[in-house]
């Protein structure tokens, strides 16, 4: 079943020196054809994910994990 959603939902995984996120994207990038401007409407969904999980309770909740 995983190989079946990794076909379906291509992933990502995005590591900097403090956080590893892994991401499965649902959009279908493939209509836009000029590379840069693919980058850059990933890069715009992206943000727009950031500021929309800023907003949730998860957002909290996560933050309380490091609650002594």
Known sequence: MDDFLEEVYPEITLETDDIIMEI???????QIKDEDMRKKEFIKDLN?????????PESLDFMRYFDD
């Not at 727009?48 to 949730?56: C, G, R, S």
């Open 48 to 56: 727009d994910f950031i500021k929309e999980f800023e907003e949730t």
């Open 24 to 30: 499965s994207i649902k959009k279908d990038y493939s």
